[in-house]
Nanobody, 122 residues
Framework: QVQLVESGGGLVQAGDSLRLSCAAS????????MGWFRQAPGREREFVAS?????YYADSVKGRFTISRDNVKNTVQLQMNSLKAEDTAVYYC??????????????????WGQGTQVTVSS
């Protein structure tokens, strides 16, 4: 079992930066692929980024967002720069395993956080 708690969401203006954090409790954190997803109102939950020993990004955030993890502190971060209004969503941290998880498939993730709201005003 893995419990995930996100923090760091808020209201910012377009062009600003925001850093999300996810704290994980449970065993074997380093063996999990960690991912960030987001869900805007009326839309499907979509992949943002994932990290195992490498990092992977959705095209919409590539070059603006950076995912990182600390296997000692059992945390994963999402640094978001040059935010746009279309980045507005609830952001979820997730833990999974396998190629499906690495490539951003929701089915690859077994554990999810409760989400944190990010609102970008234009």
């Amino acid at each position: 079992q893995v419990q995930l708690v996100e923090s760091g969401g808020g209201l910012v203006q377009a062009g600003d930066s925001l850093r999300l954090s996810c704290a994980a409790s449970g065993r074997s954190f380093s063996t999990y692929v960690m991912g960030w997803f987001r869900q805007a109102p009326g839309r499907e939950r979509e992949f943002v980024a994932s990290v195992d020993w490498n990092t992977y990004y959705a095209d919409s955030v590539k070059g603006r967002f950076t995912i990182s993890r600390d296997n000692v502190k059992n945390t994963v971060q999402l640094q978001m720069n040059s935010l746009k209004a279309e980045d507005t969503a609830v952001y979820y941290c997730a833990a999974g395993r396998g190629l499906t998880a690495i490539s951003g498939g929701r089915r690859g993730y077994d554990y999810w956080g409760q989400g944190t709201q990010v609102t970008v005003s234009s």
